[in-house]
């Protein structure tokens, strides 16, 4: 199974200020038919996981554009331009291109 | 709107059954495959099962094959995984989640439901 590492166990973040997240896959992520289906998921406590973004970089629907996604192969990063009070809660990257999908180990945002 | 209600959560000894419902809304349910994937308490996320939009294919992690069973009533709107053989390790909260059209990817999830395995 690809192995999905997301380095950081916990972000503490300043209020308006960015954060960064990082993931790293065990081998690429890239499908035969192109894409790369890498995700990025939000998940506050005691809720289930919202998608934030899916095949690295696209917003779902009602994400702040304060989200972004990037990156490529293996290295993906999910980044906030000015962290908000709600976006607390912990983040995990998955994928989706290499059967069975697997997720990262999640990575805590909290306010500093 | 696309819901997601798991039902059927609770506390089994090990060894013992139980059997998972979620009830699908707000979309065309046969048009989609879907999946389980559940949540131990405090960990991170595993996936667990999925089942294609018309039940030809299916799948099953490793953890939990031969023991669980994933079905779908397409006609009720409707997803379930029967537990068997249950273990201390099962205990979760087991989601369930759409597939997105694209594949690949799951882009609704439900709430959630506690399956606890406890003597």
């Known amino acids: 199974d690809v192995v999905m590492t997301q380095s950081a166990l916990s972000l503490p973040v300043i209020l308006g200020q960015p954060a960064s997240i990082s993931c790293r896959s065990s081998?690429?992520?890239?499908?035969?038919?192109?894409?790369?289906?890498l995700d990025w998921f939000h998940q506050r406590p005691g809720q289930s996981p919202r998608r934030l973004i899916y095949?690295?970089?696209n917003r779902d629907s009602g994400v702040p554009d304060r989200f972004s996604g990037s990156g490529s192969g293996t290295d993906f990063t999910l980044k906030i331009s000015r962290v908000e009070a709600e976006d607390v809660g912990v983040y995990y990257c998955?994928?989706?291109?290499?059967?069975?999908?697997?997720f990262g180990g999640g990575t805590k945002v909290e306010i500093k | 709107e696309v819901q997601l209600v798991e039902s059927g959560g609770d506390t089994v000894k090990p060894g013992g059954s139980l059997r998972l419902s979620c009830a699908a809304s707000?979309?065309?349910?046969?048009?989609?495959?879907m999946h389980w994937v559940r949540q131990a308490p405090g960990k991170g996320l595993e996936w667990v099962s999925s089942?294609?939009?018309?039940?030809?294919?299916?799948y099953y992690a490793d953890s939990v094959k031969g023991r669980f069973t994933i079905s779908r009533d397409n006609a009720k709107n409707s997803l379930s995984l029967q537990m068997n053989s249950l273990r201390a390790e099962d205990t979760a909260v087991y989601f369930c989640?759409?597939?997105?059209?694209?594949?690949?990817?799951?882009?609704?999830w439900g709430q959630g439901t506690l399956v606890t395995i406890s003597s």
């Open positions: 998955m994928q989706g291109t290499h059967w069975p999908p697997t």
């Open positions: 081998q690429s992520l890239v499908h035969s038919d192109g894409n790369t289906y």
């Open positions: 707000g979309f065309t349910f046969s048009s989609y495959a």
């Open positions: 095949k690295i970089s």
């Open positions: 089942i294609s939009r018309t039940s030809d294919y299916i």
């Open positions: 989640a759409r597939e997105a059209l694209s594949g690949y990817t799951n882009d609704y």
